[in-house]
């Protein structure tokens, strides 16, 4: 019988959901949903000083937004301290963890002598045979793990193939802290083995933390999880990726009007690739999904792919979809705060109708609403630089003559629009663009908008005209 597949993601609640966390949730997510399995989440907030209930919240809230789902109920591992305790006592029983009483100067001092040797610091194994009679009494002891002095240990890991890791280097970690309480390295096995996990997919800077689990792993009797390390992301050149890179919280590029489906693209192929293919339906992410598709390489960050991959998507998303997307997300738009408390019914619903030539040009969802203003601002219009450049008092006079053109239509439609501005061009014997640019910056106040018919459709008629009249 096949083993169901489990992964989880397990990240730890002293920020915000980092772009490099979300692609390891997405990759956790994937592998589970391509092989019918389910993705746990555990919340590793056992820092009880750093953990806060608003990091969990947005770590949440950025996964839903990206469509990330887990199973069940997600896992606290602070909840979980007593079992942590058990396992270490279990080990001291059976003689494969001790007590170590240490104190902060000696464990000093042994890291300065290493470093003198040209060594790596570390832990010497001084309390690891010594008789527990001979303790100090003011120094409440840590537990450590007596890790394999000698011979390696071998990660068969599914990414970055086997990994060798000498014993000798790899010291005797801390199980239980001087208080009591488990650290990390004891919490995460213990909660991946009475999880289930199957497979154990995150960011090769764990790698050293594999080979230690995996000689606990051995000393519990208990058959550890496939490892699968997938590189870092690094910035676009190639430095490690930091804030001006992208290693923002995903809130953020919510905020900065990026479609949850264009980051998830996006992030799939942040070391992962099929083929030449770009761009991938959620269906076909799951279909296509493995673990041996996964590069050894550093994936690397590019704002401007990703802005051309969200103005992908926007061109191809339906109108309402993009409506809806934007009313979840506008009160977070920078600078686009005033629009969110303002817009009713009627707005909405013209921003609907225009949405087909706004979409077009767009890169993110910032740009639609910026680019959407001509259609909410209010009476008279106030014109940047260019706009007041082009309203001289010759495009003026022709404005109002064209206004006039405007006046006599029956029908307001854009074929109507079109051949009534043409004509106008016929008989002034002016070429499109000169009535076209000076009409575009009385009805927007800019000198960039969606194709001026659509424009005027949009508004209607009697805005329009209301327009050309304050001029």
């Known amino acids: 019988m096949t083993q169901k597949v489990i992964t989880r993601f397990a990240p730890s609640p002293t920020g915000f959901l980092h772009i490099g966390g979300a692609r390891t949730a997405l990759f956790n997510w994937l592998y589970a949903q391509s092989h019918n399995g389910q993705m746990l989440l555990r919340i590793e907030d056992t820092d009880r000083t750093r953990s806060t209930t608003k990091a969990i919240d947005a770590i ?25 305790r058990e396992i270490a006592e279990q080990l001291l029983r059976e003689g494969k963890a001790y007590h170590c009483y240490c104190s902060p100067q000696e464990l000093t001092k042994m890291r300065e002598d290493a470093r003198a040797k040209g060594k790596k610091p570390g832990y010497n194994g001084m309390w690891r045979e010594r008789d527990p009679a001979l303790a100090p009494d003011n120094i409440k002891p840590v537990v450590r793990f007596k890790a394999p002095d000698e011979g390696d240990t071998i990660i068969k890991d599914r990414v970055q193939g086997d990994i060798r890791f000498a014993n000798k280097d790899l010291d005797d970690l801390i199980l239980l802290r001087s208080d ?55 910035g676009a050149d190639g430095a490690k990726l930091s804030k ?43 279909d296509w999904f493995g673990l041996e598709n996964i590069g050894k390489s550093a994936a690397r960050f590019d704002f401007k792919k990703l802005e051309n991959l969200n103005g992908h998507y926007i061109r191809e998303s339906d109108d309402a979809h993009l409506i809806e997307a934007i009313k979840a997300s506008l009160h977070e738009f920078e600078g686009c705060e005033d629009l969110a408390s303002s817009l009713g019914d009627e707005d909405w619903q013209r921003f609907l109708q225009a949405m087909p ?18 259609l909410f601002v209010k009476r008279p219009l106030s014109f940047d630089k260019k706009a007041a450049k082009l309203l001289n008092d010759e495009a003026r006079t022709m404005l109002k003559n064209l206004a006039q053109t405007f006046t006599d239509l029956e029908e307001w439609s854009l074929e109507s629009i079109e051949t009534s501005i043409r004509d106008f061009s016929e008989q002034q014997d002016l070429k499109l663009g000169k009535i076209a640019q000076p009409l575009r910056a009385a009805m927007t106040g800019i000198t960039t908008s969606p194709g001026i018919f659509d424009v005027l459709y949009v508004l209607g008629k009697h805005e329009t005209l209301a327009r050309l009249g304050d001029l």
Request: hydrophobic fraction near 40%; aromatic fraction near 10%; charged fraction near 20%.
């Open 244 to 286: 001006r890179h992208g290693a923002l919280g995903v809130e953020a590029y919510r905020a900065m009007g990026y479609l949850p489906e264009a980051l998830r693209n996006y992030l799939v192929r942040l070391g992962w690739s099929h083929g030449d293919e770009e761009i991938f339906s959620t269906a076909q992410m799951i």
């Open 357 to 374: 030539g706004l979409k077009e040009r767009a890169k993110t969802l910032v740009e639609l609403v910026n680019s959407a203003r001509y």
């Open 180 to 234: 009591g309480s488990p650290t990390y390295m004891l919490s995460v096995i213990v909660d991946d083995h009475d999880m289930g996990i199957t497979h154990i997919i995150r960011g090769d800077d764990h790698l050293t933390n594999a080979a230690r689990q995996a000689q606990i792993y051995e000393a519990l009797g208990w058959t550890p999880p496939v490892f699968a390390h997938i590189p870092l992301i690094h």
């Open 60 to 84: 949440l809230d950025g996964m839903k937004w990206l469509g990330i789902n887990w199973s069940d109920e997600p896992v606290y591992q602070h909840q979980r301290a007593d079992r942590h």
